[in-house]
């Protein structure tokens, strides 16, 4: 089945270790979404890509870099994780900039020691 | 920016009976509304969504309906299930021809159906 695949599920690291989360999709999809979702909130939209051009978003922190090498892949990386930083981050794609339907992998839980 | 208010943060219905979950958005310019289910240690599922040149649109149990002059929109419910148990979230998002859409989440509702 076509989908949106995050690896691993569960993450751990220490503080200030960096670490990444990567994310891969068998859709084929033109964009590709990385969301930081902490414990009874809602996604927040960290940052996208639409192909290769990145968008960041205003308020997400320098600690928080991407890189998408193909069409398939996208990956988080985390540089100096702080305590704060523990989160599900979910990956998500849209078939094209006009699409509007996003869909979404199951996240990866990150905690930090 | 937008912002997009959710009511209520927990609904409980007993199985069988409908349950109603509603949304309002800032932005005139919203033109796209999806809703999502995220079921426990899973990421958000799209369950339905609706444009802004439609008022209704209906899939099985689930609903949404869309008042643009108001600025809010609901998902509606029937025949609740226990596994219709998650947490919904509604979106708004501007989709043009110039930019990636992106979503402007709610706050969620925390829906259980107790048997």
């Known amino acids: 089945d076509a989908m949106v695949i995050q690896n691993p599920r569960y993450q751990v690291t220490q503080f200030g270790k960096p670490v990444t989360l990567s994310c891969s999709q068998t859709?084929?999809?033109?964009?590709m979404y990385w969301y930081q979702q902490k414990s009874s909130q809602a996604p927040k939209l960290l940052f996208h890509?639409?192909?290769?051009?990145?968008?960041n978003e205003a308020d997400t922190p320098d600690n928080f870099q991407s890189r998408r090498p193909n069409t398939s892949f996208c990956f988080l990386d985390i540089r100096s994780p702080g305590l704060g930083d523990a989160a599900m981050y979910l990956c998500?794609?849209?078939?094209?900039?006009?699409?509007?339907?996003?869909?979404f992998g199951d996240g990866t839980r990150l905690s930090i020691l | 920016g937008e912002n997009v208010e959710q009511h209520p943060s927990t609904l409980s219905v007993q199985e069988g009976d409908s349950a109603v979950i509603k949304c309002t958005y800032s932005d005139s310019a919203s033109n796209y509304f999806p809703w999502y289910k995220q079921e426990l240690g899973k990421g958000p599922q799209l369950i339905i969504d609706i444009r802004s040149n439609v008022g209704e649109k209906k899939d099985q149990r689930i609903a949404v309906t869309l008042n643009k002059t108001a600025k809010h929109f609901s998902l509606h419910i029937t025949e609740t299930q226990p596994e219709d148990s998650a947490v919904y979230f509604c979106a708004a998002s501007i989709i043009n021809t110039g930019t990636a859409s992106k979503l402007t989440f709610g706050t969620g509702t925390r829906l259980q159906v107790t048997l």
């Open positions: 859709l084929n999809h033109n964009v």
């Open positions: 890509y639409y192909d290769k051009d990145f968008n």
């Open positions: 998500a794609t849209s078939r094209h900039r006009t699409a509007g339907a996003q869909h």
